[in-house]
């Protein structure tokens, strides 16, 4: 057995032991949403802390939890708070929650993330589908391949699954709420960018910069889950604006959006449910 799969099993081990929940859709809040969890109907909770050999989020705001519940009807688990690679873990432990969601039975993810805009079009508060990314962290797939998840060359030519795609911007279009539609660039961070910086993943093809998610698709294709992701624009990115970013002004501007953002996660939530209880 591989190392990875071994570890996962002590980590599933100890959910199983306590909860006796079987989700379908996993759901990861970014920067805005860290309490979409606490409004949701809560079945059981599974603090990280408490799950043996798991790693723990050291970026304040970022809860660090399981929440079980239910979404509508939708059978969820939610991290509250993920784990980024820019605290300093191996990107194994940065996408073990991600595999180990997939353990428990999820078999759509769903992330959520705040990033930076990058496309000239969009505006901090807008939410973007992400159709596709650009990965410029190291591959979570790096060392021993995990055979009991996926192959050792998996295949990322529909890493944001067209269907769900599909399926969140018919959401969004019945909400009324506005869903750009781009590629999402993440950098390793925690710096943000500086301005050439930026004027290079423009070239590159990125509609939108942040320091998560990638990784995060990359495992979970990987391991044959179907992926899905928005990214609430919290802020131009840098060089765009002569203002120089900070953090407050990124949280400000997710938590402002939030409201908005909940709404269209709650109801693609409950239609990509439907999808994932029809496999
Ligand atoms: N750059 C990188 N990550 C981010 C940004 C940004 O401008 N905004 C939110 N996350």
Redesign the pocket.
Known sequence: MSKIYERLEKCYKCFKDKIDFVPDVALVLG?GLGDYADGIKIEATLDYGDIEDFPKSTVAGHKGRFVFGYVGDVKVVIMQGRVHYYEGYKMEDVVLPIRLMKMMGAKVLFLT????GVNYDYHAGDFMLISDQICMAPSPLIGENAEELGVRFPDMSNIYDRDLREIVRNAAKDLGIKLQEGVYIQ?T?PN??SPAEIRMVRTLGADA???STACEAIAANHAGMRVVGISCI??M??GITDKP?THAE?QETADRAAPLFKKLVTESVIRLGKEAAAE
């Open positions: 920067s993330n705040a990033a930076g950098l961070g943000y960018e910069v942040g320091m919290s802020n990115a840098c970013l990124v």
